[in-house]
């Protein structure tokens, strides 16, 4: 049997969430479960709370959740309804929070997830499977200039246009169904030796788009640093430029005093600084790490600590 997923950074991530006794602590990317019974076992008098959006992420720690009664609650759910959650839970403030984010080595490989140009199977790409929108429903309805933009925005792709189009044309004849579909209006759009980077653009994009990542993730870091206690640590692991960009000017924010313009004699804008960037630069994993797991190659890990006086 294979591996629901493979734990990335994890000593670092364990390190950075420097685990106090009787702690609280957060995951909310519980995936196979991998950081979540690192943090248990590593210290025995913390609490773990973990969410994830994806029902078999909820299966699969079914186990680990009962060897940890009353240590563990695990919740299906969005990480953008993470107050919500904790207040339900009763938990005003916490002491620290891991954001692992993307997709699990589970949902990209399992081929009916349709997360993988590399498996034939519908194009689904949802990981919460009870949501409406689908990556079929996208390449299918979204007119040209909605393609082109999510081609652009979410996959950095130079060549939007050229595949929106090609896709467009495509489905005039007959409907794009699956992944294998897409992939080959994708391979044939192209010149030859950029095929592969511009599937896994497109597939990255779309599976952005379904699942609203960029969009909420901000607000969830901002909620995050919010229920922090004092000195309560966050850690933050991405898997491309564009998550990165965000965690990176979020934190800068945040760490900042005061965003007045220069020059002012006093600060009006009321600006406190809520935390202290604890990784200068982005850890990433080393050659081991990667040997043994390719997909950690991408992977950057960002951590940083709440203000002691708030
Ligand atoms: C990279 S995996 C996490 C792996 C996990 N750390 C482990 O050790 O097994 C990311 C997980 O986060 C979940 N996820 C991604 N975005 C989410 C969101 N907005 N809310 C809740 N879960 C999310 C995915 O369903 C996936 O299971």
Do not use: W
């Not at 604890?278 to 992977?299: D, F, M, V, Y």
């Amino acid at each position: 049997m294979t591996k629901y997923h493979i734990p990335v950074l994890q000593e670092k991530t364990i390190d950075f969430l420097q685990l106090r006794d009787n702690g609280i602590y957060v995951d909310v990317t519980l995936g196979g479960g991998g950081h979540t019974k690192a943090i248990l076992e590593t210290n025995r008098k913390v609490k773990v709370i973990a969410l994830d959006q994806d029902e078999d992420a909820i299966e699969e720690t079914i186990e680990l959740k009962k060897r940890n009664t009353g240590r563990l609650t695990i919740l299906h759910d969005n990480f953008k309804n993470l107050r919500t959650r904790l207040a339900l839970e009763r938990i005003k403030k916490i002491d620290g929070i891991l954001f692992d984010l993307g997709v699990s080595s589970h949902q990209f490989d399992t081929a009916e997830r349709g997360f993988s140009y590399n498996k034939d199977s519908f194009l689904d790409m949802r990981m919460d499977q009870d949501k409406a929108l689908t990556a079929h429903k996208i390449v299918n309805t979204f007119n040209f200039d909605q393609l082109t933009s999510i081609f652009f925005d979410y996959g950095e792709e130079r060549e939007s246009k050229r595949i929106a189009n090609a896709i467009v044309k495509a489905r005039t004849k007959k409907e794009i169904k699956t992944t294998k579909d897409l992939a080959d209006i994708i391979e044939n759009a192209v010149y030859s030796k950029y095929k592969i980077k511009a599937k896994s653009r497109i597939f990255q994009a779309i599976r952005i788009c379904v699942n609203s990542e960029l969009e909420i993730l901000k607000s969830a870091l901002k909620d995050a640093i919010q229920v922090l206690k004092p000195k309560g640590r966050i850690v933050v692991i991405s898997y491309h430029s564009l998550e990165d960009k965000i965690v990176k000017h979020l934190f800068k924010y945040e760490e900042k005093e005061c965003t007045c313009p220069p020059g002012l004699l006093k600060c009006v804008c009321g600006k406190v600084s809520t935390i202290r960037i604890l990784t200068k630069k982005p850890i990433t994993p080393g050659g081991s790490e990667i040997r043994k797991n390719k997909r950690a190659r991408s992977a950057k890990l960002r951590a940083a600590q709440k203000r002691e006086d708030l």
